[in-house]
């Protein structure tokens, strides 16, 4: 995901849409309780803006006022290899930290 | 009008137009369940305020672009390429504002020729850049026009 700044929200954002389409504001609780991290509004539209405009993410017809968006078929693809590089990752830190325990 | 349509209008306000057709009814719909959730502090008025600064100089950057592109795209495509290129088959004498008319035969052919193609790219970069403008403008599902 080559966001700038923007990657640590657009992670949120695609691993939250990958549940169903969503609104800004429902997308907002969601990340909310499966990351515990707040979105503020303008954070969240400047990297909807970009998953946007790299065809990561696609808007659907409006509900009144507020519009869904959702994952498209190269945002899942997008998403699937970031995850796997940070699960990479994350298992390398885990096992090194336990190594880093047991000699003490 | 509510005093927090009021406030949400002067938050949309610091994004640029182009930005506010696209997204701002949406926008403004999110930006107003914030602030019915007791979110919508100093820290949220901040974070839409560095954004839009954000979202204006990347607007301000393309059309930026486009004004330099279809500013200097003359000078290349005509004193410097095509009236240059028009005098050498004339076979003109040197004038002041024909820069390949100063140099030899082979290089002279080549600026002209260089010349040309640069006017031509940089029309075709302002081109370019205003299309992208119009066509972002009339996104399908853009504020009231429907798909």
Redesign the interface.
Known sequence: LDLGRYAGPATLILSSLAGGAK???AL?KDVEVFAGV?L???????AL?RLEQQGLVE?L??E????PYKLTPAGSEALRAHLYDQRRVASVGLRRLSARTATG | MTRRERRIGRLLRWYPRS?RER?G???????D??IEDG?GGL??SL??????V??RRDALDRRALMLACWTLCWIPLFPQGIVALILLVERAKPHSWFVALYLPAPLSWLLAAAMTSLGLGLLTAAAHTLRQARADAQHP?NGHVG?
Do not use: I
Not at chain 1, 40 to 46: E, F, K, M, N, V
Not at chain 1, 64 to 67: H, I, V
Not at chain 2, 25 to 31: M, N, Q, S, T
């Open positions: 609104h800004g504001y907002t707040s503020s509004p303008g954070t969240l539209y400047a803006g808007p017809e409006g009144g006022r507020r519009r | 930005w997204y009814e949406e926008f403004a719909a999110l930006l369940e914030t979110r820290g949220m974070d839409v305020a560095r954004e839009g954000v979202a599902l798909p």
